[in-house]
């Protein structure tokens, strides 16, 4: 839900502004900017899952509108967790494979113990 609500996760945008994606495009639907208001209102991709949120929160998916909502109504706040538990998932495994194709730009690919090795470094 903190994903959704901040823009920080597996959305084109972020990806690329902290230069891990060429471009700030949606792989799901080729939009020019996937961004989590994308995700929210916009991405066919997501239109099933939208389906029971609007239900719940209503058309309106601003984000002033979805977080009145959520801390209003626990059926909105039910709707919106699942609705962004279900889409997240299913990003962050399109993002998995995209880090793990051998063929993929080196910027993709997945950078595992990096940090680690790095905190290592300064202790000794």
């Not at 994308?38 to 997501?46: G, K, M, V």
């Amino acid at each position: 839900m903190v994903q959704v609500l901040t823009g920080h996760g597996c959305f084109g945008k972020y990806l690329h502004n902290i230069g891990r994606e060429s471009t700030a495009g949606c792989h799901h639907c080729g939009s020019d900017t996937d961004t989590a208001q994308h995700t929210l209102e916009e991405c066919p991709a997501w239109a099933g899952q939208r389906v029971a949120l609007t239900a719940a929160i209503g058309l309106d998916l601003s984000l002033p509108t979805v977080v009145k909502t959520i801390v209003d109504n626990d059926n909105g706040f039910d709707a919106f967790k699942t609705f962004c538990e279900s889409v997240m998932l299913e990003k962050e495994m399109a993002e998995r494979a995209r880090e793990e194709d051998p063929l993929a730009d080196p910027i993709r690919r997945r950078r595992t113990g990096r940090r680690r090795r790095a905190f290592a470094r300064n202790l000794i």
